[in-house]
């Protein structure tokens, strides 16, 4: 079994998960917030 040495494992492809999925939570996140305004301002 390989010894673990903390600090030497290559994280890059869980910051771009982690990027994405922020991205699309945010984007997700203002198309509600426009469909919401949206309603509203339809049914006044």
Do not use: P, R
Not at 17 to 24: E, K, L
């Amino acid at each position: 079994m390989a010894d673990h040495k903390h600090g030497e494992m290559d994280t890059s492809v869980q910051e771009k998960t982690f990027d994405g999925f922020i991205s699309m939570v945010t984007k997700g996140t203002i198309i509600i917030i426009v469909a919401l305004i949206l309603l509203a301002l339809i049914n006044g």
